[in-house]
């Protein structure tokens, strides 16, 4: 569909898509307005600000590095260190930051003109962390999630919850992306709330989405379930390109964003979840129960077996296993397989909304959790123990200075004393 330039008879029931995008455009910039906090030692970058910039070497061979004013880098260290960020030759409008301790190290448009971000390693090692921290409180939530979905399907008509709540259902057992518009409309890639009409089929009484993904990935999933399957033919009724579609309180035709799905996973949850917590969940539960089915004879069938399990995972999340284990495999997952203490992990509690593997998975992460905080106060304990010496030790070394100090002063004043003649007292 060819996007046409905004006008001012624009409404959001003659164009839907555009509401779309203002709506998420807010929602970014609300999110971009204040900078997040930085781990100790890190910078908040800016690529709006003035940068290092480069340029092609006459040789075509090699770049040539200049700084905020303009002069060309010659020091060794700032080009090793802007070498080593491994900027590819083809990106265009490179900004590069001055500080190397800055979060952003550089950015720069690929070829599709997407910008794309090279970051610090310990942000991207806290990011991580703290995506992975939510995984524990993201468990317990998710029963409360499902419940609200369960509820909001039954919905009568075709209000924005009940919309919403079907494309969380499929997120929940497709672990499709949830898709941006502006991936639609730059590469033609699509995700769940992007999904056009012509992607969806229905063949033998079940659901079918055919389409290209993130990079380029081709999508054919099947869905099998009769209440979504009526929500999502509905939908297809409604006039326009676009899939997923509501109608709101005066009968105006408007989409479904990221922006709503996320929202509406905060008003389920009380939390601040997103979608893409989704996929992480799922592909920590899928390794864990896959992991936890083998049984290894030595080391070198283990890193196997580990190898083989990654890129099962990168199947199901349509990814590749380098970026699933970084990003969609909790390490607690991997840290227990490597130490062989997945047959040996206590059973989880029964939870109503999990199922059997994510009670595991939960499991895993309390284990994780306690023996976490134990160590947490076998080290602060250790620390007080250490303070308590060093204190105890100054407090000794400051009493024999003082001694040492008070017997220099009686000898000077003895000796003062025997020089003037003045009788010296008995000590």
Request: proline share 6%; hydrophobic share 35%.
């Amino acid at each position: 569909m060819k996007l046409l330039p905004a006008t001012m008879t624009d409404t959001p029931t003659s164009n839907p898509r555009r509401a779309e995008r203002l709506r998420d455009s807010a929602a970014q910039s609300a999110t971009q307005a204040a900078p997040p906090p930085m781990p100790p030692g890190l910078r908040h970058a800016d690529d709006s600000k003035p940068g290092y910039t480069r340029k092609r070497g006459k040789d075509k061979d090699g770049f040539t590095y200049f700084d905020v004013a303009g002069k060309r880098i010659d020091d060794e260290e700032q080009i090793k260190r802007i070498n080593a960020l491994a900027i590819p030759p083809a990106y265009e409008d490179v900004w590069i930051c001055p500080d190397p301790r800055g979060h952003i190290q550089a950015t720069g448009r690929d070829a599709r003109g997407r910008k794309q971000y090279r970051y610090h390693p310990r942000w991207r090692e806290t990011r991580d962390a703290d995506k992975y921290e939510r995984m524990a409180e993201f468990g317990r939530a998710l029963p409360k999630i499902r419940a609200r979905v369960a509820r909001d399907l039954k919905l009568p008509g075709m209000p924005c919850d009940k919309v919403i709540a079907a494309i969380v259902q499929l997120l929940d057992t497709t672990l499709i992306r949830i898709g941006s518009v502006e991936y639609a409309r730059e590469n033609q890639s699509y995700g769940l709330t992007t999904l056009r009409k012509k992607h969806m089929k229905i063949e033998a009484g079940q659901l079918r989405f055919r389409f290209r993904g993130k990079s380029g990935i081709e999508h054919d999933v099947t869905v099998n379930n009769p209440r979504i399957k009526r929500i999502v033919r509905r939908c297809a009724e409604l006039p326009g390109h676009d899939l997923f579609q509501y109608l709101d309180d005066d009968g105006s035709r408007r989409t479904v964003g990221s922006a709503d799905i996320n929202d509406y996973l905060r008003r389920a949850s009380g939390a601040d979840f997103t979608a893409r917590d989704y996929r992480t969940w799922a592909g920590s539960v899928y390794a864990l129960a896959a992991l936890r089915r083998l049984i290894c004879g030595d080391a070198a069938q283990a890193r196997r077996h580990l190898v083989a399990t990654v890129k099962d995972v990168a199947a199901l999340l349509r990814n590749t296993p380098a970026v699933c284990r970084r990003c969609y495999i909790h390490p607690a997952v991997i840290g227990a397989f490597e130490a062989d203490e997945l047959q040996t992990l206590p059973p989880g509690q029964t939870r109503r909304g999990l199922r059997v593997d994510e009670i595991a998975f939960a499991a895993l992460l309390a284990h994780a959790e306690k023996r976490a905080a134990r160590l947490a106060r076998q080290a602060g304990a250790k620390g007080r123990k250490t303070r308590e010496a060093a204190v105890a030790d100054s407090v000794d070394d400051t009493l024999t200075s003082l001694l040492k100090k008070s017997r220099v002063v009686r000898r000077k004043e003895t000796e003062e004393q025997r020089n003037r003649g003045t009788p010296v007292a008995a000590p």
